[in-house]
């Protein structure tokens, strides 16, 4: 799995590429305590370029999830699909995440 | 055709030493070390063997490494002098397994369901403030890289059955693929 | 020894010595499991020997027993340097003459005679540097290894520092302490020096092959991952719904709706495509702020268990509603007084594909106008033509994902049919036959036999564990990587690090694979073994007539990149037979759902051990074939046939 982070006016969007499991999920979530002791405050988790994605690393997503809304900052996940979609259907978790569809729905929700 | 842990409305891990799912009859069988690091590759040469049509990109392969993950982790705590025994057995039309470890069985299996319980209700209520108590199950053998959630949607997964013999450490499951719901 | 002798020994040079000969010991021992050519172990006995005469010194201060042992350590020194440039007469006469003068010259030293110590000194001196002179240099073939190589440009100085040591020695007569403070020491120094330069020029070329071969991996994986991957559409679910909801929200004069499909895999039904303003017609729960956007959301995500609830109810039974006038309606809880909360008239028509509810879609309207029986007329219409639409999209989309998955398979396949040879080469000394079965959609067996320069043969076996496309990826990979490095004269256990290594973590998915690796030495029957958690080797025995099986505890490459992968050797006599095969043979069910096992795949050798090769595996092949039957083959099956001829 590699992270990526790239800029889009004041909002941070990590781009996640690979497969999240077990061996490296943890990385996402030590990622966004990294960013969040550098005072980001808007999000955005690309997942388009993952395919597949276990319990480990739907906890890395509840993990920075719930981490960000509890800080009162802004957090969009964009680009589910495939079994990463499944799954998280599976969990029935799909209301307890902010999602857009694409990272344009997400640069707009973030600026509502 | 009815979900076997479905009770009250909700699903329920049961525990059922005489469930036809323990059947092992023509089943393939393969047995592992507990070793964390070859997880993944356990579960790649029990699903390779999958017809393709039943992988669904990947969710087959998920559901079943979560298995094995916590047989090898929860049940056998990673000692790899205990082996993990799985039995399996794939068509087009179903994905049936037994996964058996040398632990002390799932101590917590009622915690678990009286949790989902919660969990459920909260979701019925669409209530995700309260939600945020149940979306992660903790149990002594957890840490911070366990998701909490494997169960959930193993429960939903497994829709012909989720069961655990009277030690709890064994669990036998069933996946029917019928016809999809939407589609030809 | 004695007190006088303990304090000589502090106040001299001699205990600098043996501490630096012992250091130089583990040094060398350590940095021997970087090269698999034994250089390093010369200079292990070298320094063992030196580190022996000064220990010796210390009991028996004889100048004569000095030089004796000098001898020795130089025949030692010119044999071990000499080993790995070729064996022969020269090399083994030099440095034999010189250990026996030595030890002939130390016998005579002890007795208390001193006749013909000069003599022997000649004789055993000249010949251990006249091999270092001279041995190896004609010899220039590439074969020779890296260790090789470097050792015959450090062969000229190190005669030349030998010659003059030996020089000083005799000028000096080894009880002066000039010998012992500079000569001794500066001979230590030079061994050192010698032993670093060889060190770093081996470490340099480690790391720098190392990253040669990743290179070379990931412009691999690059290439196929950018041929391989699956052409992507514009197609998607989401726009015919939002479509859908578009036309039905304009055409019925609505102030918004929703479009709601049933779940594939539970009992639900959901929003799915959220226009406009839609009141939602079921209870909001009480906690929820009424908060436009917070209630919108709360729609957009909103799931209902399908016989339960007005959205339920309808979508277990098909059929559509039409409330005018919602406000006075049991049917519609109330939830707020907002204006954009408060409900005026609602419509709901099925999304009907072959018998089957797939969906819902509802209109909303919040000013003074109910909907009229027109209206819903069209919304009704709407829904039929708008299912079509729906299913249609489904059924693309299924086709999309079968035919990935059929053409991931297919692409995976060739793949293999291509990395597998399509005859396998000859291999002197020995015999080879083999067959394989590939199972539908698996792709998991590779094998090859590599030619080495020098006579040698690489056996390659393994059983890739990936998915479609990524385990032919990793086929690709091992046998590049192998096809790369099998020529650097590294053993069979550092190859199968290498590989490992190029495997390892640098790639976005998990990829697994068991290997087995045999080197065949020639044709002595002399193997090299290595083996990632491949299946043991089944090998049958001429001699006893009987099987053993070979086996080396390992994880499969892959797994963790810094794992160490260790070798053993095989002798292998005339008649004797080695059987590689994968996971598939041995586990191969027939239709009372038994495994073939281990067990009778050596009855079956056993029975038709007389035969060749490869007519051995054809019977093997037979035997599986009819116990399986008619069940379906889950894995693939590969048997590898090796038997020594007779020499």
């Known amino acids: ?112 | ?184 | 020894m004695d007190p006088a002798s303990i304090a000589r020994a502090l106040g001299g040079p001699e205990l600098v010595q043996l501490s630096i000969a012992f250091i130089l010991i583990i040094a060398f021992a350590f940095w021997q499991r970087m090269e698999a050519e034994g250089v390093m172990r010369g200079f292990i006995v070298v320094a063992i020997l030196a580190l022996l005469r000064d220990i010796l010194w210390q009991f028996h201060q004889s100048p004569g027993l000095y030089i004796a042992s000098d001898l020795v350590l130089l025949g030692a020194l010119a044999l071990a340097f000499g080993l790995p440039l070729g064996r022969g007469p020269f090399l083994y006469l030099g440095s034999a003459v010189s250990i026996a003068a030595g030890i002939l010259a130390g016998v005579f030293d002890v007795m208390g005679g001193d006749k013909w110590q000069s003599a022997l000194f000649l004789v055993g001196g000249i010949p251990p540097i006249a091999v270092l002179f001279f041995h190896g240099s004609h010899r220039r073939d590439i074969s020779a290894g890296q260790g090789g190589r470097l050792l015959r440009t450090i062969r000229l100085p190190l005669a030349f520092v030998s010659l003059l040591y030996l020089g000083a020695e005799a000028y000096a007569v080894p009880s002066a302490a000039w010998f012992h403070f500079l000569i001794v020491s500066a001979w230590y120094g030079s061994i050192a020096l010698v032993g670093f330069i060889f060190v770093d020029i081996l470490r340099k070329d480690l790391v720098g092959a190392v990253g040669y071969y990743e290179e070379s991996v990931d412009s691999l994986y690059d290439l196929f991952t950018a041929t391989g991957s699956v052409i992507k559409s514009g197609f998607s679910l989401q726009e015919v719904l939002d479509g859908l909801i578009g036309v039905a929200v304009e055409r019925t004069g609505a102030n918004g709706g929703v479009v709601l499909l049933t779940e594939e895999f539970e009992e639900i039904i959901a929003v799915r495509s959220l226009q406009g303003r839609f009141p939602p017609p079921y209870k909001l729960p009480d906690s929820l702020p009424r908060d436009e956007e917070r209630v919108t959301s709360h729609v957009r995500h909103a799931r209902f268990r399908l016989g339960e609830g007005l959205f339920g109810e309808l979508a277990r039974d098909g059929s559509s509603l039409l409330i005018p006038d919602a406000a006075n309606d049991p049917r519609v809880p109330p939830n707020g007084d907002e204006d954009w909360l408060r409900l005026r008239s609602l419509m709901v028509a099925p999304l009907q594909a072959r018998d089957q509810v797939i969906g819902l879609v509802a209109v909303a309207r919040i000013g003074d106008d109910p909907f009229s029986e027109r209206d819903f007329d069209r919304l009704k219409l709407l829904g039929s033509f708008g299912a079509i639409s729906v299913s249609d999209a489904f059924t693309f989309l299924e086709a999309a994902e079968r035919g990935d998955i059929d053409r991931e398979a297919a692409i995976a396949e060739e793949i293999q049919r291509t990395v597998i040879p399509r005859k396998l080469p000859e291999m002197p000394g020995y015999d080879l036959g083999v067959y394989t079965s590939p199972a539908r959609g698996v792709c998991s067996d590779y094998y090859d036999v590599i030619p080495v320069r020098g006579g040698r043969n690489l056996v390659v076996f393994g059983d890739v564990a990936g998915k479609g496309v990524s385990a032919g990826l990793v086929m690709v990979m091992v046998r590049s990587i192998l096809h790369l490095i099998v020529h650097s004269t590294k053993d069979a256990a550092t190859l199968m690090s290498w590989v490992n290594r190029g495997l390892s973590g640098k790639i976005d998915m998990d990829h697994f694979s068991t290997l087995s690796l045999l080197f065949a030495n020639g044709q002595d029957g002399e193997m090299e073994y290595v083996n990632a958690a491949h299946q043991p080797l089944v090998l049958y025995r001429k001699a006893s007539d009987s099987l053993e099986s070979v086996d080396i505890k390992s994880i499969p490459i892959g797994v963790e990149r810094s794992t160490e992968y260790s070798s053993r050797s095989l002798k292998l006599d005339a008649g004797d037979i080695l059987l590689l095969y994968s996971d598939g043979v041995i586990e191969a069910m027939n239709e009372q759902g038994r495994q073939f096992g281990r067990k009778n795949l050596g009855n079956a050798l056993l029975r038709v051990r007389e035969l060749g090769a490869r007519e051995i595996a054809e019977s093997i092949k037979t035997e599986l074939d009819d116990f399986a039957g008619a069940t379906r083959r889950h894995d693939d099956q590969t048997l590898l046939v090796i038997k020594a001829r007779s020499r």
């Not at chain 1, 996402?28 to 690309?46: A, D, H, P, S, T």
């Not at chain 2, 169960?151 to 036998?172: C, H, M, P, T």
């Open chain 1, 1 to 112: 799995m590699e992270l990526k982070i790239r800029k889009s006016g004041e909002n941070y969007i990590i781009d996640v590429n690979g497969e999240m499991d077990l061996y490296n999920s943890y990385r996402l979530k030590e990622l966004v305590m990294k960013m969040l002791e550098k005072k980001v405050e808007r999000f955005i988790v690309n997942l388009e370029q993952v395919d597949y994605i276990d319990s480990s690393g739907i906890g890395a997503l509840i993990y920075i999830c719930s981490t960000i809304k509890k800080m009162n900052l802004r957090l969009v996940i964009t680009n589910i699909h495939g079994s990463v979609k499944k799954v998280i259907e599976l969990t029935k978790l799909m209301g307890y995440f902010p999602i857009t569809p694409t990272i344009e729905d997400a640069l707009a929700k973030l600026e509502e």
């Open chain 2, 1 to 184: 055709m009815k979900n076997e842990n479905l009770v009250e409305g909700v699903l329920e891990i049961r525990v059922d030493e005489n469930s036809p799912l323990f059947d092992r009859a023509g089943m393939l069988h393969k047995e592992f070390p507990s070793d964390f690091r070859q997880i993944r590759y356990f579960t790649l040469l029990i699903v390779q063997s999958a017809p393709p049509e039943i992988k669904e990109i990947n969710l087959l392969e998920q559901q079943i490494s979560e298995v094995i993950k916590n047989a090898v982790k929860h049940g056998n705590r990673s000692n790899p002098e205990k082996k993990v025994m799985v039995w399996y057995e794939f068509s087009p039309e179903h994905a049936h397994l037994i996964v058996e470890d040398e632990g002390q069985g799932f101590k917590d299996l009622e915690k678990w369901n009286a949790f989902n319980r919660n969990r459920q209700s909260c979701l019925d209520k669409q209530d995700y403030e309260s939600l945020s108590e149940y979306v992660s199950f903790r149990s002594a053998t957890s840490d911070d890289n366990d998701g909490g959630n494997a169960l959930f949607a193993a429960l939903e997964y497994w829709d012909g059955g989720f069961i655990f013999n009277q030690k709890r450490n064994s669990v036998a499951m069933l996946k029917r693929f019928p016809k999809r719901r939407h589609g030809a």
